[in-house]
């Protein structure tokens, strides 16, 4: 049963929240197997005193719009597994929200 914390900047509409819960969880059906109900996440809104991040650490330039995603699963799932799936919930999230890849933190 893996478990999902996603946090972001508050002020984010519901629907955009519940989108970006969507994208994660699809990615984990389509690259780990897991299971339609086994759909368990946890969404926090932060304050910008509170979600602490370098704009440009890496050379990679984010903005207000950064999300941070943890999961957390069992043992089991290859290296290759895991880049896959990091950059399907990427992927999704550009087409689905425009978000900005250098925006998604995993």
């Known amino acids: 049963m893996p478990i999902v914390r996603i946090d972001l900047l ?3 509409p519901t629907s955009y929240k519940r989108a970006i819960g969507d994208a994660v969880h ?5 690259c780990f197997g897991v299971p339609a109900r086994d759909h368990f996440q946890i969404i926090n809104e932060h304050t910008p005193d509170d979600l602490i991040y370098d704009p440009n650490y890496f050379d990679i330039e984010r903005t207000n719009d950064i999300v941070i995603i943890q999961v ?5 799932r290859s290296t290759e ?3 896959a799936f990091y950059a399907r919930v990427a992927t999704l999230l550009q087409k689905n929200l425009g978000m900005r890849t250098q925006d998604v933190l995993i």
């Open 10 to 12: 508050a002020g984010k």
């Open 26 to 30: 699809d990615a984990l059906m389509e």
């Open 72 to 76: 957390t699963l069992s043992t089991g």
């Open 81 to 83: 597994q895991k880049q």
